[in-house]
Every structure is written in structure tokens, then in C-alpha cells.
């Protein structure tokens, strides 16, 4: 006996869910690549070299306290109060220049107020350029050393 036209989409139902959540994810995906590809591009400001959401180099003497101290920290090469202090940066984020990996390390400014590490921290580079974050890796600026 062949199916009535209700029956045949009944029985469909569960191919075109499908279909659709393919769509969807397909869809999903080529908006966030296309988020990516655009939070990468060059904008005024920027090089093509480091990436768009690079501030202005910030001069030393304009960071908190507790910067200027790990600053002088790294330069003396520690004693470091984390035990995380000195671990390889990956740079997941890709805020800063891609490098090879190993070539930056991150140390903890301490926050206060914080109970744990807080958001901020000092990632150095293997060619001795410094930068600074106080949300956690979602933006960086240079450090002007002798500012």
C-alpha cells in the first residue's frame, strides 16, 4: 500500500533534522572563520607583522607598581614568587607576533585584591621585547623600557 503524503514526511522528519543541523553547523563555522579571518586583518595603527589588537607601547614608568617590580624580577632573573612564573607563553590567543614556540615566557604581576593570580602578567620575548596585560591575555602592550 503506498504512503499517503503525511506519512512520506513523517518518515523524512529525521532526514531533513538532520539536513538542517548540518546546515546550521556549516553555517556556524563559516562565520566564525570568517570572524577570525577578520579580527587578524590589518587595521590603521597596525603591521602586518603583529596582530590587530596590539595597543601603543605603554612606557614602564606609566605601569602599576607591581609591574615595575616583575619587571625587575625578569631583569634579575627572579627570584619569582608563582611557581608559574617563567613557563613557556604559548600564545594561544595569537595577541602577540606568531613566533616560534618558546619564544615568549609569561610571569605574574601580582593583583591586588586577587585571591589567586589575577588577569595580569609580563610576556617576554626571546628578542627582548616585554608586554603587558591586565585582562589576561585579551589585549597587550608593548613596554616601552626606557619610558
Not at 608559574?84 to 600564545?91: A, L, P, R, S, T
Not at 606568531?98 to 626571546?126: L, S
Not at 589576561?136 to 608593548?142: I, K, P
Request: charged share 15%; glycine share 10%.
Amino acid at each position: 500500500m503506498p504512503f499517503s503524503p503525511l506519512q512520506r514526511l513523517r518518515r523524512r522528519r529525521p532526514l531533513i533534522a538532520l539536513l538542517l543541523l548540518i546546515m546550521l553547523l556549516v553555517a556556524g563555522y563559516a562565520t566564525r572563520a570568517a570572524q577570525h579571518h577578520g579580527s587578524t586583518s590589518n587595521t590603521p595603527g597596525t603591521s602586518a607583522s603583529a596582530p590587530a589588537g596590539l595597543a601603543a607601547p605603554v612606557p614602564l614608568s606609566q605601569l602599576a607598581a607591581q609591574a615595575r617590580q616583575t619587571v625587575a624580577l625578569i631583569r634579575q632573573g627572579g627570584p619569582f614568587p608563582y611557581s608559574h612564573d617563567g613557563i613557556v607563553y604559548q600564545n594561544r590567543e595569537r595577541q602577540l607576533p606568531g613566533k616560534p614556540a618558546g619564544f615568549y615566557h609569561e610571569y605574574t604581576v601580582p593583583t591586588p585584591g586577587e585571591a589567586d593570580r589575577g588577569p595580569r602578567r609580563i610576556v617576554t620575548g626571546q628578542d627582548g621585547t616585554f608586554w603587558y596585560t591586565d585582562d589576561h591575555y585579551a589585549s597587550f602592550r608593548r613596554i616601552d623600557l626606557s619610558g
